[in-house]
Nanobody
Framework: QVQLVESGGGLVQAGGSLRLSCVAS????????MGWFRQAPGKEREFVAR????????YYADSAKGRFTISRDNAKNTAYLQMNSLKPEDTAVYYC?????????????????WGQGTQVTVSS
């Protein structure tokens, strides 16, 4: 089992920045690729970004490219999502997730463990 706890969400004005953190406990964090997803009210959960086990490869949804950066610190069992130039349409609950698959994994069903989510609200 891997337990994931997100933090860092909040209310920010459009154009602002937030840094989300996801702390893992349980099984070896460095064995899992990590992803960030988000879910807005009335919408399905969608892929935002993912990072490989070693951190040497990242992949982003088009909506996140150029504005968001995913990273990880395996020594701290933590994954991050730096979000810049935030827009009102980025408002959602953000979830981190862990998967044993190290490829380009964007499908929610292929992630094994999920955090409880952290709310991000961007005001216009």
């Amino acid at each position: 089992q891997v337990q994931l706890v997100e933090s860092g969400g909040g209310l920010v004005q459009a154009g602002g920045s937030l840094r989300l953190s996801c702390v893992a406990s349980g099984r070896t964090f460095s064995s899992y690729a990590m992803g960030w997803f988000r879910q807005a009210p009335g919408k399905e959960r969608e892929f935002v970004a993912r990072i490989t086990v070693s951190g040497d490869s990242t992949y982003y949804a088009d909506s996140a490219k150029g504005r968001f950066t995913i990273s990880r610190d395996n020594a701290k069992n933590t994954a991050y999502l730096q979000m810049n130039s935030l827009k009102p349409e980025d408002t959602a609950v953000y979830y981190c997730a862990a998967t044993g698959r190290n490829g380009i994994v964007m499908v929610t069903s292929l992630y094994d463990y999920w955090g409880q989510g952290t709310q991000v609200t961007v005001s216009s």
